[in-house]
């Protein structure tokens, strides 16, 4: 797959995107695997190493995927999740040695781990559990009223929720909710029980009680760096100079540096690695304006690239089969079940094909830009005065020169309108292409998701929305100078 997407970076934007020094380095999208990402990430930068960081991706089967197909080299991951949810084995406390065992038929390996156990844990606000006794998590059995969110993850893996209900015969009917919303949430009432990792910092943040896992549930999750074989032994030997330097009050503290104190996770990271005497790196002080720069112009690649294979099929497509009524439809409607598949859904759907970053987004992207421009160009054509069609026959027009001289000037603006609506489609879309790592606008978006940082949101959100404004104004330009000006008075307004 690398080699594809290097072939393809090279044909699109004629330089090549891979390098033989350069190492991808991953993160899931919540608090403590982006900051073991970063320390991760930069610490391969301090022995020369180009990293490409491809943070945020949604969830543990994205990041599994991604590394088994060599679209990443590396990320953070869990013995537990390992275990439980990409191994489906049983045991509680896997060994190292035997996890690795298992993982040499997909070429890859975990590390020797960072030193701390990140398990799950059911938490409540600290009032709530010294109002209702509540200590263990069997006592929540006899609270069926408790309004009970999980994140989505928790809520369907089978070392989540599945399996605790039944191990502690507990009778709610739980929601899903985004892991890092679940914390607002409980604390402003909206929920009373979620899950939460034993080391988040937001359990200080928020004032939360662990309830304790009195039937020891939850398997051991040491937090360890899972590769690739392939990766150079030298590269194996800088990530396993990170063992046992962080337990888990070290970890809970790194956490908090960034979800209470506020600092950027890179902040973070490169504190860490001076204080362990492992470096210090340079941070980017305009990293806010580099990064926002950086987003922009990912976002409006994918949109552009998307947009411009939207127009390169569906126009073409709509011209060749609006004469006949049958074939139309048909096409039209085969267009709309694409648009029905969920966006988030569909870019999962891509992940086994084309594994993760810019080729699935913008192939998702385009997909999607296929119904607007395909149904108006169609309606645009077949809705044209059958009059006009009659004369443009009589005068002894080629059906060529028909659609050129007098059906595609007619039908333009509804062309138009169709084109643009499909970017702006394209451009709120494309926030979501952050959980398959092909960045953009969503990356903020994703990763203020993670920390419940508004801020963070609004530096993905604001833009996209000014560059749909943009498109809206760019289109609008466009009809102006392409179509004829009494047939834009009669465009309904």
Same mark, same amino acid.
């Given at each position: @797959?690398?080699? =594809? %997407?290097?072939? %393809?970076?090279?044909?699109?934007?004629?330089?090549?995107?891979?390098?033989?020094?350069?190492?991808?380095?991953?993160?899931?999208?919540?608090?403590?695997?982006?900051?073991?990402?970063?320390?991760?990430?930069?610490?391969?930068?301090?022995?020369?190493?180009?990293?490409?960081?491809?943070?945020?991706?949604?969830?543990?089967?994205?990041?599994?995927?991604?590394?088994?197909?060599?679209?990443?080299?590396?990320?953070?991951?869990?013995?537990?999740?390992?275990?439980?949810? #990409?191994?489906?084995?049983?045991?509680?406390?896997?060994?190292?040695?035997?996890?690795?065992?298992?993982?040499?038929?997909?070429?890859?390996?975990?590390?020797?781990?960072?030193?701390?156990?990140?398990? *799950?844990?059911?938490?409540?606000?600290?009032?709530?559990?010294?109002?209702?006794?509540?200590?263990?998590?069997?006592?929540? !059995?006899?609270?069926?009223?408790?309004?009970?969110? %999980?994140?989505?993850? &928790?809520?369907?893996?089978?070392?989540?929720?599945?399996?605790?209900?039944?191990?502690?015969?507990?009778?709610?009917? +739980?929601?899903?909710?985004?892991?890092?919303?679940? *914390?607002?949430?409980?604390?402003?009432?909206?929920?009373?029980?979620?899950?939460?990792? !034993?080391?988040?910092?937001?359990?200080?943040?928020?004032?939360?009680?662990?309830?304790?896992?009195?039937?020891?549930?939850?398997?051991?999750?040491?937090?360890?760096?899972?590769?690739?074989?392939?990766?150079?032994?030298?590269?194996?030997?800088?990530?396993?100079?990170?063992?046992?330097?962080?337990?888990?009050?070290?970890?809970?503290?790194?956490?908090?540096?960034?979800?209470?104190?506020?600092?950027?996770?890179?902040?973070?990271?490169?504190? &860490?690695?001076?204080?362990?005497?492992?470096?210090?790196?340079?941070?980017?002080?305009?990293?806010?304006?580099?990064?926002?720069?950086?987003?922009?112009?990912?976002?409006?690649?994918?949109?552009?690239?998307?947009?411009?294979?939207?127009?390169?099929?569906? =126009?073409?497509?709509?011209?060749?089969?609006?004469?006949?009524?049958?074939?139309?439809?048909?096409?039209?409607?085969?267009?709309?079940?694409?648009?029905?598949?969920?966006?988030?859904?569909?870019?999962?759907?891509?992940?086994?094909?084309?594994?993760?970053?810019?080729?699935?987004?913008? #192939?998702?992207? &385009?997909?999607?830009?296929?119904? +607007?421009?395909?149904?108006?160009?169609?309606?645009?054509?077949?809705?044209?005065?059958?009059?006009?069609? !009659?004369?443009?026959?009589?005068?002894?027009?080629?059906?060529?020169?028909?659609?050129?001289?007098?059906?595609?000037?007619?039908?333009?603006?509804?062309?138009?309108?169709?084109?643009?609506?499909?970017?702006?489609?394209?451009?709120?879309?494309?926030?979501?292409?952050?959980?398959?790592?092909?960045?953009?606008?969503?990356?903020?978006?994703?990763?203020?998701?993670?920390?419940?940082?508004?801020?963070?949101?609004?530096?993905?959100?604001?833009?996209?929305?000014?560059?749909?404004? =943009?498109?809206?104004?760019?289109?609008?330009?466009?009809?102006?100078?392409?179509?004829?000006?009494? @047939?834009?008075?009669?465009?309904?307004?």
């Amino acid at each position: @797959m690398k080699r =594809l %997407f290097a072939t %393809f970076c090279l044909f699109v934007y004629g330089v090549s995107c891979l390098a033989s020094d350069n190492i991808v380095v991953a993160s899931k999208n919540f608090n403590e695997s982006y900051v073991l990402g970063e320390i991760m990430a930069q610490l391969l930068e301090l022995e020369g190493y180009n990293v490409t960081r491809k943070f945020g991706l949604g969830g543990t089967l994205v990041c599994y995927e991604a590394l088994v197909n060599d679209e990443i080299d590396l990320y953070a991951e869990y013995t537990g999740t390992l275990e439980q949810v #990409i191994l489906k084995g049983n045991s509680n406390s896997p060994s190292l040695a035997s996890l690795n065992e298992r993982l040499t038929s997909v070429n890859l390996q975990v590390l020797d781990s960072f030193g701390f156990n990140n398990t *799950y844990a059911m938490t409540v606000k600290a009032s709530l559990a010294e109002s209702l006794g509540l200590i263990t998590i069997s006592d929540l !059995s006899s609270q069926s009223d408790l309004a009970v969110a %999980f994140s989505l993850e &928790f809520l369907n893996r089978e070392d989540g929720w599945p399996g605790l209900a039944r191990t502690y015969a507990l009778p709610h009917q +739980p929601t899903g909710i985004d892991h890092g919303l679940a *914390y607002q949430a409980i604390d402003d009432g909206k929920i009373d029980v979620t899950d939460a990792y !034993s080391t988040d910092g937001d359990l200080k943040r928020y004032g939360l009680t662990v309830l304790k896992d009195n039937q020891d549930y939850f398997p051991q999750y040491l937090a360890v760096p899972f590769v690739n074989k392939d990766l150079p032994d030298e590269v194996v030997e800088i990530l396993s100079r990170l063992a046992g330097r962080i337990d888990d009050e070290r970890m809970r503290q790194l956490n908090s540096e960034v979800v209470i104190d506020g600092k950027d996770f890179s902040q973070v990271a490169q504190k &860490f690695l001076a204080d362990e005497g492992l470096g210090i790196g340079k941070i980017d002080e305009n990293i806010l304006w580099s990064r926002l720069a950086a987003n922009t112009l990912t976002h409006l690649k994918l949109t552009a690239i998307a947009l411009s294979l939207g127009c390169l099929f569906g =126009l073409p497509l709509g011209v060749l089969v609006f004469r006949n009524p049958t074939v139309s439809r048909v096409t039209v409607y085969v267009a709309g079940l694409l648009q029905t598949i969920p966006s988030i859904a569909l870019l999962a759907l891509m992940i086994p094909l084309f594994g993760i970053g810019e080729i699935p987004a913008i #192939i998702a992207l &385009f997909l999607y830009s296929i119904l +607007p421009i395909l149904r108006n160009t169609i309606t645009a054509l077949i809705t044209i005065d059958p009059l006009l069609k !009659s004369i443009a026959e009589a005068i002894g027009l080629s059906r060529i020169q028909q659609l050129r001289y007098v059906l595609i000037p007619l039908a333009l603006p509804n062309i138009l309108a169709g084109i643009k609506t499909a970017a702006i489609i394209s451009i709120g879309t494309a926030t979501l292409a952050a959980f398959i790592g092909a960045g953009g606008l969503g990356e903020p978006i994703v990763t203020g998701l993670a920390l419940n940082d508004t801020n963070l949101i609004l530096q993905g959100a604001i833009p996209a929305a000014v560059l749909a404004i =943009l498109a809206e104004l760019t289109f609008e330009g466009l009809e102006r100078v392409l179509v004829k000006e009494h @047939m834009l008075r009669e465009l309904p307004q």
